[in-house]
């Protein structure tokens, strides 16, 4: 309990002190004639801005550095990336990543276009709504353990018992750390494990996809949808036709989001994947493995500039998307 | 072509509105039918129950003799324009105008053909390949008006199409549109609100209040002889002049109406075409006379005071008091205005001097004298 009320006592101090310090920088470039008036002030509200760019900007530049050399400090030159896109083990990862990044995003959007269809204007509709959200809420680590309890060998373990009810003699499964799919153990394809895993994911991401798309959808006015059923489109035409068109900014926000979410997923796997073992690391997963479990600060290093290299075009396209959804209006 | 016919046509809205009570009316082969009449009288939801959305609650719908009730917009084969335009954001001019046709697996090279005739009919060939949100609001409404034409339908329904267009372009759009039916030969119903528009497009203009058919009628029949006041009121602008007078005496010889304390007298044509008066011998009645009776030369004469002169150009508005209570057809009825005098207007020759003031006398038009009965409404005609 004291610890909380010092923690707190401090964090006030703390923006007090910070209020204090900006205000009275203010206060003085307030008092600085013009022009250096104007200019002493946009100084002062950047300031900051700018000193917590170079806090990430910094040790951007480090890491960067840092991926060209190997486990002992030595120069490494391109060598963590070689060894990247050569080791079995690490090509595994890299299409565990790319598998995760098409299923669970084509999964929950797809998910979240259906439901917010067929819901909308239902009755009860908030409230199913709000229970497709839930999930959205809880922390991944809260939702590895959930699922844990489903996939788990015990005897509590649920799927397991939904299976122990077929007829005859039941295995028990350990599902979990089934690394093969439909007999088939390569690292070109993802292990029934990490579909698993992706089950969580996908009913975290679906509700958030859902409640989006769902309010874009109240958004398409209704006279072109029944221009369209004049025109002699089917409901599912009109829908595919004229309602998701509309609505395709969204849609590529969306997917965006959820591109962005899953490439960098990480605390899933370290909670159901046992950190990355039975094939189930994802590249996160992996900087974070090399760099401090395993102590190889320069491949985890040039793990974290692959997924950088990742994540950026993602994030160009949806600026871009949403500039133009801008425009559009 | 096509023709289509309401019997006893209802809609009842699910919160238990009645919108339309039950609706008669029977549009011909390739004629030009106005739907018209004030703001929420449910011109929309005729209109929407004909084009298949909206359900209908009791009665019969026929296009062509059959039945449609049941069938969905996508099977009675008609074309409509909205308000909006309601044009597809995400394709073209072309893909807007093509889409019907697409739908229905249309030979490439013949939806190609068909676009092009109708967007050069609509000077829209320039543009064909433009999204909807490059266009002007006049380009817009004619991508409508093409998307709705090229599909040669049983019907075309239009809802207030011009209602975005600024006043300029809405008088020539009405123009082009109506120049345009007339050529296609499509049977048209057409909803405004606006009585000018009713006037110079339709082949006859049907008005409704609260749902109600007050008279459906040529343009010139429904100014020349509203059934009631309603339809009187609501059609020219300005509105009839509508006053209380009474019913002097109405026999062989003539009628004579008091109107503000003076005598109109009607004789010959003028007493045969509202005999009708003869049962309201000494009764109160309504009176109404249009501003442009007030204007030339007539048998009659009434004196008022002038108030207010507005020069339009074309016409002089005068607005003058007379000593007699206003009478005005609102949406339940009759309503007798309060107060002893009120205000009419006459339209007169724009060289004629008159003078804030004055006391002037006007020339009555008894031809143009309308009756209504105080308590209906209903027009007191020849018998
Ligand atoms: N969905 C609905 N539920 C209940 N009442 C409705 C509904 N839609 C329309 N109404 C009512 O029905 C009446 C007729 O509406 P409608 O839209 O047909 O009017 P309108 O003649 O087209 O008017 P406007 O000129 O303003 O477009 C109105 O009183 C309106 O309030
Ligand atoms: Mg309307």
């Known amino acids: 309990m004291g610890d909380i009320f010092s923690s707190l006592g401090l964090v006030v101090v703390g923006i007090a002190a910070f209020a204090a310090v900006i205000g009275g920088l203010y206060w003085l470039a307030s008092q600085l004639p013009e022009p250096w008036r104007e200019r002493a002030r946009t100084v002062v509200f950047l300031g900051p801005g700018l000193l917590l760019l170079l806090g990430l900007v910094l040790p951007a530049l480090i890491n960067f550095r840092l991926a060209f050399y190997d486990r002992n400090g030595d120069w490494y030159g391109f060598g963590n990336y070689r060894d990247i896109f050569t080791s079995s083990n690490n090509i595994e990862v890299l299409m565990n990543t790319l598998w995760w990044g098409i299923l669970v995003t084509g999964a929950s959007t797809v998910i979240g276009v259906v439901i917010a269809r067929f819901a909308d204007r239902m009755r009860g509709e908030p409230i199913a709504k709000a229970a497709i959200f839930l999930p959205t809420a809880i922390s991944m680590v809260g939702a590895g353990i959930i699922w844990n309890f489903v996939y788990s060998p015990r005897e509590y373990g649920l799927l397991n018992s939904m299976i122990g009810l077929l007829p005859g003699e039941q295995d028990i499964q350990f599902f979990l750390q089934d690394s093969k799919l439909l007999g088939i153990d390569n690292q070109w394809i993802p292990g029934l494990n990490s579909l698993l895993i992706m089950v969580v994911i996908i009913w975290i991401q679906a509700g958030f996809a859902t409640v989006v798309i769902s309010a874009a959808l109240k958004g398409v006015p209704d006279d072109l949808v029944e221009a369209a059923k004049i025109d002699g489109a089917t409901d599912r035409q009109a829908f595919f036709r004229v309602v998701l068109p509309y609505i395709k900014g969204t849609i590529i926000t969306v997917v965006t989001t959820i591109v962005i979410a899953v490439l960098k997923i990480f605390d899933i796997i370290q909670t159901m994947g046992k950190g990355g073992s039975f094939g189930t690391s994802t590249m996160a997963n992996e900087m974070y493995e090399q760099a401090f479990p395993q102590d190889n600060e320069g491949l985890g290093a040039a793990w974290a500039i692959l997924l950088f290299l990742a994540v950026a075009p993602i994030i160009y396209v949806n600026a871009r998307n949403q500039r133009a959804m801008r425009g559009a209006r | 072509m096509s023709t289509l016919t309401m019997n006893n046509l209802q809609k009842k809205y699910p919160n238990g509105f009645v919108a339309v009570p039950g609706l008669d009316l029977h549009i011909d082969d390739g004629e030009f039918l106005v739907l018209v009449g004030p703001s929420g009288c449910g011109k929309s939801t005729v209109l929407r129950m004909v084009a298949g959305l909206e359900d209908i609650s009791g009665g019969d719908l026929l296009i062509d003799d059959t039945r449609v009730n049941d069938k969905g917009p996508q099977e009675r084969d008609i074309a409509m324009v909205f308000q909006s335009y309601a044009l597809y954001p995400n394709m073209t001019v072309e893909g807007n105008i093509a889409f019907a046709m697409k739908l229905r697996k249309t030979d490439k090279g013949q939806i190609k053909q068909k676009v092009a005739e109708v967007a050069e009919l609509l000077e829209l060939t320039q543009v064909l390949d433009r999204k ?60 405004t609100h606006d009585q000018v528009e009713a006037m110079t497009m339709g082949d006859r203009v049907a008005v409704l209040r609260r749902g109600v058919l007050m008279q459906c009628a040529a343009p010139s029949t429904l100014y020349e002889s509203p059934d009631n006041l309603f339809v009187a009121q609501f059609i020219g602008s300005p509105s009839m002049n509508v006053v209380r007078g009474v019913v002097r005496s109405a026999g062989e010889e003539g009628i004579v109406l008091e109107v503000a304390g003076q005598s109109l007298a009607l004789t010959g044509a003028a007493a045969q075409r509202m005999a009708g008066l003869a049962k309201y011998g000494g009764q109160e009645i309504a009176v109404g006379i249009r501003p442009e009776a007030l204007g030339g030369d007539g048998e009659g004469q009434i004196t008022v005071a002038v108030d207010l002169v507005e020069m339009l150009g074309s016409e002089k508005l005068v607005h003058a008091s007379i000593d007699a209570v206003a009478v005005r057809a609102i949406d339940t009825g009759v309503e007798i205005g309060t107060g002893t005098s009120s205000t009419m207007i006459a339209s007169l020759d724009p060289r004629r001097d008159v003078r804030v003031g004055e006391r002037l006398t006007l020339s009555v038009d008894t031809m143009r004298v309308h009756a209504f009965d105080l308590q209906t409404g209903a027009a007191i005609g020849r018998s």
């Open chain 2, 132 to 191: 909807p949100g490059q266009l002007s609001g006049g380009q817009r409404q004619r991508v409508a008006m093409g998307r709705a034409i090229v599909r040669e339908p049983k019907l075309f329904l239009m809802d207030e199409p011009l209602s975005n267009l600024d006043a300029k372009l809405r008088v020539q759009t009405r123009a082009e549109i109506a120049k345009l039916q007339r050529r296609l030969g499509v049977t048209t119903m057409y909803v």
